[in-house]
Protein backbone atom coordinates (compact mmCIF):
# COMPACT_ATOMS: atom_id res chain seq x y z
CA UNK A 1 0.00 0.00 0.00
CA UNK A 2 2.92 2.27 0.57
CA UNK A 3 3.69 2.58 -3.37
CA UNK A 4 0.27 3.35 -3.60
CA UNK A 5 0.19 5.99 -1.39
CA UNK A 6 3.15 7.41 -2.77
CA UNK A 7 1.60 7.66 -6.46
CA UNK A 8 -1.29 9.48 -4.94
CA UNK A 9 1.41 11.66 -3.48
CA UNK A 10 3.17 12.19 -6.61
CA UNK A 11 0.23 13.13 -8.50
CA UNK A 12 -1.47 15.48 -5.81
CA UNK A 13 1.94 17.27 -6.01
CA UNK A 14 2.14 17.55 -9.87
CA UNK A 15 -0.96 18.52 -10.23
CA UNK A 16 -0.47 22.22 -8.26
CA UNK A 17 3.29 22.86 -10.17
CA UNK A 18 3.01 24.74 -13.69
CA UNK A 19 2.68 21.83 -16.72
CA UNK A 20 1.45 19.75 -13.64
CA UNK A 21 -1.87 18.60 -15.46
CA UNK A 22 0.05 17.04 -18.38
CA UNK A 23 2.32 15.75 -15.79
CA UNK A 24 -0.53 14.18 -14.11
CA UNK A 25 -2.19 12.72 -17.06
CA UNK A 26 1.29 11.15 -18.28
CA UNK A 27 1.59 9.66 -14.34
CA UNK A 28 -2.02 8.46 -15.07
CA UNK A 29 -1.04 6.44 -18.07
CA UNK A 30 2.38 5.55 -16.36
CA UNK A 31 2.44 1.60 -17.08
CA UNK A 32 5.12 0.82 -14.49
CA UNK A 33 3.24 3.44 -11.85
CA UNK A 34 -0.10 1.89 -12.62
CA UNK A 35 1.32 -1.84 -12.77
CA UNK A 36 2.66 -1.56 -8.79
CA UNK A 37 -0.78 -0.36 -7.68
CA UNK A 38 -2.62 -3.15 -9.29
CA UNK A 39 -0.06 -5.77 -8.12
CA UNK A 40 -0.81 -4.80 -4.40
CA UNK A 41 -4.97 -4.21 -5.27
CA UNK A 42 -5.48 -7.50 -7.06
CA UNK A 43 -3.79 -9.48 -4.17
CA UNK A 44 -6.72 -9.83 -2.35
CA UNK A 45 -9.24 -10.48 -5.40
CA UNK A 46 -11.15 -13.79 -6.09
CA UNK A 47 -9.65 -16.24 -8.86
CA UNK A 48 -10.94 -15.33 -12.13
CA UNK A 49 -10.33 -13.30 -15.44
CA UNK A 50 -10.84 -9.97 -16.93
CA UNK A 51 -12.41 -10.04 -20.80
CA UNK A 52 -11.05 -6.58 -22.46
CA UNK A 53 -12.90 -6.03 -25.28
CA UNK A 54 -12.15 -4.06 -28.09
CA UNK A 55 -14.45 -2.75 -31.29
CA UNK A 56 -12.36 0.01 -33.63
CA UNK A 57 -9.08 0.72 -32.66
CA UNK A 58 -8.55 4.51 -34.51
CA UNK A 59 -4.76 5.99 -35.86
CA UNK A 60 -6.51 9.65 -35.91
CA UNK A 61 -10.06 11.04 -34.40
CA UNK A 62 -13.17 10.01 -36.14
CA UNK A 63 -15.98 12.35 -35.00
CA UNK A 64 -18.56 9.18 -36.35
CA UNK A 65 -16.95 6.50 -34.44
CA UNK A 66 -16.82 8.28 -31.15
CA UNK A 67 -17.10 4.98 -29.43
CA UNK A 68 -13.37 3.90 -30.79
CA UNK A 69 -10.32 3.62 -29.16
CA UNK A 70 -6.99 5.63 -30.32
CA UNK A 71 -4.00 3.11 -30.93
CA UNK A 72 -1.63 4.85 -28.43
CA UNK A 73 -4.52 3.93 -25.61
CA UNK A 74 -4.60 0.26 -27.09
CA UNK A 75 -0.63 0.28 -26.90
CA UNK A 76 -0.56 1.64 -23.78
CA UNK A 77 -3.21 -1.18 -22.10
CA UNK A 78 -1.27 -3.81 -24.04
CA UNK A 79 2.22 -3.20 -22.63
CA UNK A 80 0.18 -3.47 -19.13
CA UNK A 81 -0.99 -6.74 -19.85
CA UNK A 82 2.15 -7.55 -20.96
CA UNK A 83 4.13 -6.42 -17.88
CA UNK A 84 1.10 -7.12 -14.74
CA UNK A 85 -1.02 -10.16 -16.02
CA UNK A 86 -0.87 -13.15 -17.80
CA UNK A 87 -2.89 -13.01 -21.10
CA UNK A 88 -4.13 -16.12 -22.28
CA UNK A 89 -6.12 -17.27 -25.28
CA UNK A 90 -9.67 -17.64 -24.80
CA UNK A 91 -9.11 -21.70 -25.63
CA UNK A 92 -6.95 -21.94 -23.03
CA UNK A 93 -9.08 -20.24 -20.08
CA UNK A 94 -12.60 -22.34 -21.37
CA UNK A 95 -10.38 -25.71 -21.18
CA UNK A 96 -8.61 -24.77 -17.26
CA UNK A 97 -12.50 -23.78 -16.48
CA UNK A 98 -14.11 -27.23 -17.95
CA UNK A 99 -11.51 -29.10 -16.16
CA UNK A 100 -11.67 -27.73 -12.94
CA UNK A 101 -8.19 -26.29 -13.43
CA UNK A 102 -6.85 -22.75 -11.50
CA UNK A 103 -6.60 -19.82 -13.52
CA UNK A 104 -3.32 -17.82 -12.72
CA UNK A 105 -3.72 -14.68 -10.73
CA UNK A 106 -3.93 -11.95 -13.05
CA UNK A 107 -5.69 -13.59 -16.12
CA UNK A 108 -6.67 -11.88 -18.80
CA UNK A 109 -7.91 -12.54 -22.31
CA UNK A 110 -8.45 -9.75 -24.96
CA UNK A 111 -11.17 -9.93 -27.48
CA UNK A 112 -11.70 -7.24 -30.71
CA UNK A 113 -15.60 -7.62 -32.01
CA UNK A 114 -16.67 -7.21 -35.17
CA UNK A 115 -14.44 -7.61 -38.22
CA UNK A 116 -13.08 -4.18 -38.50
CA UNK A 117 -10.11 -3.98 -40.75
CA UNK A 118 -8.15 -2.04 -38.30
CA UNK A 119 -7.73 -5.39 -36.31
CA UNK A 120 -5.59 -6.10 -38.84
CA UNK A 121 -3.40 -3.11 -39.70
CA UNK A 122 -3.58 -1.46 -36.01
CA UNK A 123 -4.24 -4.10 -33.26
CA UNK A 124 -2.49 -7.05 -34.70
CA UNK A 125 1.01 -5.57 -35.20
CA UNK A 126 0.76 -4.83 -31.58
CA UNK A 127 -0.25 -8.38 -30.50
CA UNK A 128 2.84 -9.93 -32.55
CA UNK A 129 5.19 -7.25 -31.00
CA UNK A 130 3.92 -8.20 -27.96
CA UNK A 131 3.07 -11.70 -28.54
CA UNK A 132 -0.18 -11.91 -27.06
CA UNK A 133 -3.47 -14.02 -28.04
CA UNK A 134 -6.31 -12.81 -28.66
CA UNK A 135 -9.96 -13.64 -29.93
CA UNK A 136 -11.47 -11.80 -33.34
CA UNK A 137 -15.77 -12.46 -33.49
CA UNK A 138 -16.47 -11.81 -37.43
CA UNK A 139 -20.25 -10.75 -38.78
CA UNK A 140 -20.36 -12.65 -41.78
CA UNK A 141 -22.53 -9.98 -43.96
CA UNK A 142 -19.75 -7.86 -42.58
CA UNK A 143 -16.84 -9.76 -44.57
CA UNK A 144 -18.94 -10.15 -47.50
CA UNK A 145 -20.09 -6.68 -47.51
CA UNK A 146 -17.68 -4.44 -46.27
CA UNK A 147 -19.88 -3.19 -43.73
CA UNK A 148 -22.19 -4.00 -40.98
CA UNK A 149 -26.17 -3.41 -41.05
CA UNK A 150 -25.58 -1.50 -37.89
CA UNK A 151 -23.15 1.15 -39.08
CA UNK A 152 -24.66 1.61 -42.28
CA UNK A 153 -26.73 4.37 -40.68
CA UNK A 154 -23.37 5.68 -39.26
CA UNK A 155 -21.92 5.74 -42.93
CA UNK A 156 -25.12 7.67 -44.51
CA UNK A 157 -24.88 10.78 -41.94
CA UNK A 158 -21.34 10.91 -42.61
CA UNK A 159 -21.82 10.78 -46.76
CA UNK A 160 -24.94 12.78 -46.89
CA UNK A 161 -25.32 16.27 -48.71
CA UNK A 162 -29.26 15.92 -47.45
CA UNK A 163 -29.85 18.83 -45.00
CA UNK A 164 -33.18 16.48 -43.33
CA UNK A 165 -34.32 13.08 -43.04
CA UNK A 166 -37.70 12.08 -41.88
CA UNK A 167 -37.80 8.30 -40.48
CA UNK A 168 -41.11 6.86 -39.82
CA UNK A 169 -41.01 4.89 -36.51
CA UNK A 170 -44.33 3.54 -35.77
CA UNK A 171 -46.44 4.11 -33.55
CA UNK A 172 -44.92 7.48 -33.56
CA UNK A 173 -45.45 10.20 -35.99
CA UNK A 174 -42.47 10.55 -38.49
CA UNK A 175 -39.66 11.90 -37.12
CA UNK A 176 -37.81 14.92 -38.76
CA UNK A 177 -34.11 15.05 -38.40
CA UNK A 178 -31.87 18.12 -38.93
CA UNK A 179 -28.48 17.21 -40.92
CA UNK A 180 -27.61 20.33 -41.87
CA UNK A 181 -24.55 20.78 -39.91
CA UNK A 182 -21.88 17.83 -38.83
CA UNK A 183 -22.79 18.33 -35.23
CA UNK A 184 -26.65 17.97 -36.19
CA UNK A 185 -25.60 14.72 -38.13
CA UNK A 186 -24.12 13.20 -34.85
CA UNK A 187 -26.48 14.31 -32.94
CA UNK A 188 -28.98 12.50 -35.16
CA UNK A 189 -27.02 9.29 -35.24
CA UNK A 190 -26.62 9.16 -31.52
CA UNK A 191 -30.52 9.34 -30.97
CA UNK A 192 -31.26 6.76 -34.54
CA UNK A 193 -28.58 4.16 -32.93
CA UNK A 194 -30.43 3.82 -29.84
CA UNK A 195 -33.47 3.76 -31.37
CA UNK A 196 -32.80 1.19 -33.77
CA UNK A 197 -31.28 -1.43 -31.13
CA UNK A 198 -34.18 -1.71 -29.57
CA UNK A 199 -37.32 -2.31 -32.13
CA UNK A 200 -37.81 -5.42 -33.71
CA UNK A 201 -34.99 -6.59 -36.50
CA UNK A 202 -37.98 -6.45 -38.98
CA UNK A 203 -38.81 -2.43 -38.63
CA UNK A 204 -34.94 -1.58 -38.23
CA UNK A 205 -34.58 -3.06 -41.81
CA UNK A 206 -37.06 -0.75 -43.02
CA UNK A 207 -36.00 2.08 -41.84
CA UNK A 208 -32.41 1.81 -42.69
CA UNK A 209 -33.99 1.08 -45.72
CA UNK A 210 -35.57 4.52 -46.21
CA UNK A 211 -32.98 6.00 -44.61
CA UNK A 212 -30.44 4.92 -46.93
CA UNK A 213 -32.80 5.50 -49.92
CA UNK A 214 -32.94 9.03 -48.60
CA UNK A 215 -29.64 9.83 -47.80
CA UNK A 216 -27.84 7.34 -50.44
CA UNK A 217 -30.41 6.99 -53.62
CA UNK A 218 -29.64 3.26 -52.91
CA UNK A 219 -30.65 0.05 -51.12
CA UNK A 220 -28.73 -1.17 -47.54
CA UNK A 221 -27.39 -4.21 -49.70
CA UNK A 222 -25.46 -2.13 -52.43
CA UNK A 223 -23.30 -0.17 -49.74
CA UNK A 224 -19.99 -0.80 -50.30
CA UNK A 225 -17.36 0.47 -47.93
CA UNK A 226 -13.70 0.40 -48.98
CA UNK A 227 -10.94 -0.63 -46.88
CA UNK A 228 -13.43 -0.65 -43.82
CA UNK A 229 -13.87 -4.49 -42.58
CA UNK A 230 -11.42 -7.54 -42.78
CA UNK A 231 -11.35 -9.39 -46.11
CA UNK A 232 -11.33 -13.64 -45.42
CA UNK A 233 -7.95 -14.22 -46.61
CA UNK A 234 -7.08 -11.53 -43.62
CA UNK A 235 -9.39 -13.43 -41.27
CA UNK A 236 -7.12 -16.63 -42.51
CA UNK A 237 -3.89 -15.37 -42.03
CA UNK A 238 -5.07 -13.68 -38.33
CA UNK A 239 -6.42 -17.60 -37.53
CA UNK A 240 -3.07 -19.13 -38.39
CA UNK A 241 -1.26 -16.42 -35.70
CA UNK A 242 -2.10 -16.82 -32.43
CA UNK A 243 -5.89 -15.30 -33.07
CA UNK A 244 -9.07 -17.15 -32.49
CA UNK A 245 -11.44 -16.38 -34.60
CA UNK A 246 -15.23 -16.48 -33.30
CA UNK A 247 -18.42 -16.00 -34.58
CA UNK A 248 -20.93 -12.52 -34.26
CA UNK A 249 -23.64 -13.87 -36.22
CA UNK A 250 -24.18 -13.46 -40.09
CA UNK A 251 -26.00 -9.92 -39.78
CA UNK A 252 -25.08 -8.62 -36.56
CA UNK A 253 -28.76 -8.20 -35.42
CA UNK A 254 -30.19 -8.14 -31.81
CA UNK A 255 -30.90 -11.71 -31.39
CA UNK A 256 -33.87 -10.80 -29.37
CA UNK A 257 -35.36 -8.68 -31.54
CA UNK A 258 -35.55 -11.45 -33.87
CA UNK A 259 -38.17 -14.70 -33.86
CA UNK A 260 -36.39 -17.66 -31.80
CA UNK A 261 -35.94 -19.60 -34.93
CA UNK A 262 -34.34 -16.73 -37.03
CA UNK A 263 -32.26 -15.90 -34.08
CA UNK A 264 -30.84 -20.18 -33.84
CA UNK A 265 -30.15 -19.57 -38.11
CA UNK A 266 -28.03 -16.86 -37.19
CA UNK A 267 -26.24 -18.51 -34.18
CA UNK A 268 -25.74 -21.94 -36.09
CA UNK A 269 -25.07 -20.52 -39.61
CA UNK A 270 -22.26 -17.90 -38.37
CA UNK A 271 -20.54 -21.21 -37.07
CA UNK A 272 -21.14 -23.47 -39.90
CA UNK A 273 -19.98 -20.99 -42.77
CA UNK A 274 -16.74 -19.89 -40.44
CA UNK A 275 -15.90 -23.27 -39.61
CA UNK A 276 -15.82 -24.19 -43.41
CA UNK A 277 -14.02 -21.34 -44.62
CA UNK A 278 -11.46 -21.68 -42.01
CA UNK A 279 -11.29 -25.33 -42.10
CA UNK A 280 -11.32 -25.24 -38.10
CA UNK A 281 -13.93 -25.78 -35.51
CA UNK A 282 -15.00 -22.07 -34.61
CA UNK A 283 -16.49 -22.66 -30.31
CA UNK A 284 -16.84 -18.88 -29.14
CA UNK A 285 -19.66 -16.48 -29.68
CA UNK A 286 -20.08 -12.81 -28.84
CA UNK A 287 -23.83 -11.63 -28.81
CA UNK A 288 -24.37 -8.70 -31.39
CA UNK A 289 -24.29 -5.28 -29.37
CA UNK A 290 -24.06 -7.88 -26.08
CA UNK A 291 -26.28 -5.06 -23.27
CA UNK A 292 -29.03 -6.93 -21.56
CA UNK A 293 -31.98 -6.20 -23.59
CA UNK A 294 -29.61 -8.15 -26.48
CA UNK A 295 -29.59 -11.76 -24.47
CA UNK A 296 -32.35 -13.66 -23.62
CA UNK A 297 -32.14 -17.11 -21.48
CA UNK A 298 -33.84 -18.75 -24.48
CA UNK A 299 -31.01 -17.33 -26.88
CA UNK A 300 -28.50 -18.09 -24.29
CA UNK A 301 -29.29 -21.49 -24.75
CA UNK A 302 -29.19 -21.58 -28.96
CA UNK A 303 -26.32 -20.91 -28.39
CA UNK A 304 -24.93 -23.31 -25.84
CA UNK A 305 -27.30 -25.74 -27.85
CA UNK A 306 -25.26 -24.88 -31.30
CA UNK A 307 -22.07 -26.21 -29.96
CA UNK A 308 -19.64 -23.39 -28.78
CA UNK A 309 -17.90 -23.71 -25.54
CA UNK A 310 -18.02 -20.12 -24.62
CA UNK A 311 -20.22 -16.76 -25.49
CA UNK A 312 -19.65 -13.24 -24.20
CA UNK A 313 -21.66 -10.07 -23.32
CA UNK A 314 -21.05 -6.49 -23.13
CA UNK A 315 -22.29 -6.36 -19.93
CA UNK A 316 -19.26 -5.00 -17.49
CA UNK A 317 -17.87 -6.95 -14.75
CA UNK A 318 -14.71 -9.51 -14.10
CA UNK A 319 -15.24 -13.34 -14.25
CA UNK A 320 -15.03 -16.19 -12.04
CA UNK A 321 -15.26 -19.83 -12.50
CA UNK A 322 -18.83 -19.94 -11.14
CA UNK A 323 -19.49 -17.07 -14.09
CA UNK A 324 -21.82 -18.48 -16.62
CA UNK A 325 -19.89 -19.40 -19.71
CA UNK A 326 -22.51 -18.43 -22.12
CA UNK A 327 -23.25 -14.99 -20.16
CA UNK A 328 -19.54 -13.58 -19.79
CA UNK A 329 -18.49 -10.24 -18.76
CA UNK A 330 -16.22 -8.02 -20.51
CA UNK A 331 -14.11 -4.62 -20.00
CA UNK A 332 -14.54 -2.05 -22.13
CA UNK A 333 -10.67 -0.40 -23.04
CA UNK A 334 -12.19 2.86 -23.02
CA UNK A 335 -11.03 4.22 -20.13
CA UNK A 336 -10.01 8.27 -19.21
CA UNK A 337 -6.78 6.46 -18.14
CA UNK A 338 -4.83 3.44 -17.29
CA UNK A 339 -5.19 4.63 -13.46
CA UNK A 340 -8.91 4.66 -13.43
CA UNK A 341 -8.51 1.42 -15.96
CA UNK A 342 -7.13 0.09 -12.79
CA UNK A 343 -9.43 1.02 -10.12
CA UNK A 344 -11.97 -0.36 -12.34
CA UNK A 345 -10.23 -4.11 -12.32
CA UNK A 346 -9.60 -3.63 -8.81
CA UNK A 347 -13.31 -2.31 -8.06
CA UNK A 348 -11.36 0.86 -6.15
ZN1 LIG B 1 -20.68 -6.30 -32.67
Not at 59 to 74: C, I, V
Not at 174 to 185: F, T
Not at 231 to 244: D, I
Not at 292 to 313: I, K, N
Request: glycine share 4%; net charge positive.
Amino acid sequence: MADRRMITAIQRATSAIPGGAALKQRLHDDVTACGVTYWHLARRQDPGFTMMTYHRILAGLDPYYADGLPLATLKTQLKFFKRFCRVLSLDEIVSRLEAGKPLPRRCVTLTFDDGFRDTYTLALPLLRRYRLPATVYVTIQALERGILSSDIVRYAMRQTRAHRVTVRHTPTQPLEYDLSSEAARLRTLSDLQLRLTTIPNDERLTIVAAITRQLLGCLPEEVRVPDLMLTWEQVREMAAHQVTIGAHTLSHAVLTRLPLQQATEEIVQSKRILESRLQRPVEHFAYPHGAPWCVSPAVRDEVERAGFRSACTTLPGLNTPQTDRWLLRRVDGRQASLRSFVRYLTGQ
